[in-house]
């Protein structure tokens, strides 16, 4: 375990080398078998993780307690409503509260978001400007690092050579929830890395951020692998080895409203993972999806419980990477 990890922050896997990022899972493999095999791990004993949650969350939450529990540590769960940082006529500034819980633990996680894109990200990067201990990204309005890092381990685990292979990131149908698109982010960027041959599907209006495309493509240059997008979900199914549905909002939702934005969401109410859709990918591929989704919407349930999806093994390795990432950076 290198030292280097010590005090380095994560608010994206892509600010992580591919070797940091290497051994992550190899740890996260490591401290998998010893979960499954009843071996303590104590590496974070008498360790303390605040948690911010600024949105609700059920994997994030948990896999992040149990985490702290299963390394010896303890986590807060920190709602800023209840804190002076939620104090509506003269909040606490962040400096501030940094520099007290700095004082009291030893790592910060951070989950929110907000209506103008990017501003979640800026508040996260705000707190890790001021802090002396590291400050982990447990999702921004830009990127989920932490399901990045649980859905490549679930790949490798399944798909022991993942270069050359045909991931789809595709956009999916949910009637209610206006969802922010840090998970279709962070794996584009995060799969070109490792060599394999990225397919956004996505309908017209639902393009991620210009920068985030120019870096996936850079990402597939260096990497080996590719990055093309398509508004014909049928064709990107045609023989992938990987289908991740995840709904998300469009890039312009802040400026006409959630009312406005539902309406351009229902247009594209057939854009489901179903079986005759799963039946075009090869005949080994995975169903992947961060969870929650949206059943009989974004993908049917026959899709969700068959033998396809590997969306709990995949909920599982949520709790395996962060406790890596914990173990190295604290």
């Known amino acids: 375990m290198s030292s280097s990890f010590k005090?380095?922050?994560?608010?994206t896997c892509q600010e992580w080398t591919v070797e940091e990022l290497d051994t992550v899972f190899e740890l996260a493999r490591d401290l998998k078998l010893k979960f499954r095999t009843g071996q303590t791990t104590?590496?974070?004993?008498?360790?303390?993780?605040f948690m911010f949650f600024f949105a609700s969350s059920t994997r994030t939450r948990n896999s992040f307690e149990a985490a702290m529990t299963q390394l010896g540590g303890h986590a807060h769960y920190l709602?800023?409503?209840?804190?002076?940082?939620?104090?509506?006529?003269a909040p606490e500034a962040?400096?501030?509260?940094?520099?007290?819980l700095d004082r009291y633990g030893h790592a910060i996680a951070i989950r929110c978001y907000f209506p103008n894109y990017?501003?979640?990200?800026?508040?996260?990067?705000?707190?890790?400007?001021?802090?002396?201990?590291?400050?982990?990204?447990?999702?921004?309005?830009v990127y989920h690092p932490c399901q990045a890092l649980a859905d490549m381990l679930t790949i490798k685990e399944k798909i022991p050579k993942p270069e050359g292979k045909k991931y789809v990131q595709a956009w999916g149908y949910s009637p209610d929830?206006?969802?922010?698109?840090?998970?279709?982010?962070?794996?584009?960027?995060?799969?070109p890395r490792y060599g394999m041959d990225v397919v956004y599907a996505r309908p017209p209006e639902f393009t991620l951020a210009?920068?985030?495309?120019?870096?996936?493509?850079?990402?597939?240059?260096?990497?080996?692998?590719?990055?093309?997008?398509?508004?014909?979900?049928?064709?990107?199914?045609?023989?992938?080895?990987?289908?991740?549905?995840?709904?998300?909002?469009?890039l312009n939702r802040h400026v006409h409203g959630d009312v406005e934005e539902q309406a351009i969401i229902d247009k594209y109410s057939d854009w489901t993972c179903t079986a005759e859709l799963m039946e075009r990918t090869n005949k080994r591929s995975l169903f992947m999806h961060c969870l929650p989704?949206?059943?009989?919407?974004?993908?049917?349930?026959?899709?969700?419980?068959?033998?396809?999806?590997?969306v709990f093994d995949e909920a599982e390795n949520r709790l395996h990477v962060q406790k890596a990432v914990l173990s190295l950076v604290v």
């Not at 005090?7 to 608010?11: E, H, I, P």
């Not at 104590?42 to 993780?49: P, W």
């Open 79 to 89: 709602a800023p409503r209840m804190m002076r940082i939620g104090d509506a006529g």
């Open 210 to 250: 210009p920068e985030i495309i120019e870096q996936a493509k850079a990402n597939a240059k260096l990497y080996g692998g590719s990055f093309t997008e398509t508004t014909d979900l049928e064709e990107a199914a045609d023989g992938a080895d990987v289908v991740y549905m995840r709904s998300h909002c469009t």
């Open 7 to 11: 005090g380095k922050d994560l608010y």
């Open 118 to 141: 990017g501003e979640g990200d800026r508040l996260i990067r705000e707190y890790g400007k001021w802090s002396k201990v590291p400050v982990i990204s447990m999702e921004s309005d």
């Open 177 to 191: 929830a206006l969802r922010v698109a840090a998970v279709p982010t962070s794996n584009v960027l995060l799969m």
């Open 42 to 49: 104590d590496i974070l004993k008498n360790k303390t993780l």
């Open 94 to 100: 962040v400096k501030d509260t940094v520099g007290v």
């Open 293 to 310: 989704a949206d059943r009989g919407h974004e993908v049917t349930s026959e899709v969700m419980d068959g033998p396809h999806s590997v």
